[in-house]
Structure formats: structure tokens, C-alpha cells
């Protein structure tokens, strides 16, 4: 895996992956910054909550479930001192879908946290607490 990453101005930068997509990515005005993109840190956890996904809504599809939505919510606290690491995350799904079965959601969401998500046990193992948690809506 590849990316690299652009300075543009003040504290912008282009990132770009090796599949070749681009985003900016941006500090606050008072560093610099433009405002125009996610800080650094919002990036990772962004790219957290999206890998968690990815893996819940693939075993959910193994599983034949019929999901029909699926948003993860993520809260992040940082440490105090620099660096300033995430110290905890909460995730929360809001899987929505037709007959979702709570043990099925629960069991997709546990394997994705503990056996297939890297990036979050890739934080887990740097000593971030993540805990999660999920509502199922019927459609």
C-alpha cells in the first residue's frame, strides 16, 4: 500500500492513494490552516469508522442479512499532552434493514472489533480503549 502526501499552502495538503484518489486535508485557520478539509486526526478516525463498516457490512451480507443502511457515529477523546493520541473511541451503528436479527448485528460487530477490523486493533494494541454499540431500525 501507497500514498503520498502534498503540501499545498499554509497547512493544506493533498493526499492521494495509491488506488488514485485524492482529498485534501487541512488545519484550522489559528495553525495556518484554510479550513478547507478534515484536520489529521479526524482522517484517522474517519478511516476507522469506515474499515469497522466495511467489515460489518460484509459478514452481514455473508450472512444474507437484508441491511439497507448502515452509518457508523464516532467519539473520539484525546489526550491532554502532546502528542495528543486518542485515548478512546465509541463507535455507534445505526444498521437499518428488513427482519435484521440483534444477535446477527451484535455477532458482525464483534468480529469486526476483534478478529477484522485493522484499524482499530491497530489502535486497540497502541492502548486506545474502543467501545461499540449498534441500533437496528426496521425498514
Known amino acids: 500500500m501507497k500514498a503520498s502526501v502534498k503540501w499545498t499552502d499554509g497547512r493544506q495538503f493533498v493526499a492521494e492513494s495509491g488506488s488514485g484518489h485524492s482529498v485534501v486535508i487541512d ?3 489559528d495553525h495556518g490552516g484554510h479550513n478547507t478539509g478534515p484536520r489529521p ?5 474517519m478511516g476507522m469508522g469506515a474499515c469497522t463498516s466495511f467489515d460489518v457490512l460484509n459478514i452481514l451480507d455473508k450472512a444474507r ?3 439497507t443502511d448502515c452509518v457508523a457515529s464516532l467519539e473520539a477523546e ?5 502528542p495528543s493520541v486518542f485515548t478512546r473511541i465509541h463507535v455507534h ?3 437499518s434493514g428488513k427482519g435484521l436479527k440483534e444477535k446477527q448485528v451484535a455477532r ?3 468480529l469486526s472489533a476483534e478478529k477484522y477490523c485493522s484499524a482499530s486493533i491497530m489502535l ?4 486506545v480503549k474502543i467501545t461499540h454499540s449498534f441500533t437496528i431500525v426496521e425498514e
Open 108 to 110: 458482525a460487530v464483534e
Open 78 to 82: 484525546r489526550a491532554d499532552e502532546i
Open 93 to 95: 451503528f445505526t444498521v
Open 124 to 127: 486497540v494494541k497502541g492502548g
Open 41 to 45: 486526526m479526524e482522517m484517522l478516525l
Open 27 to 29: 488545519g484550522p485557520p
Open 65 to 67: 442479512a437484508d441491511v
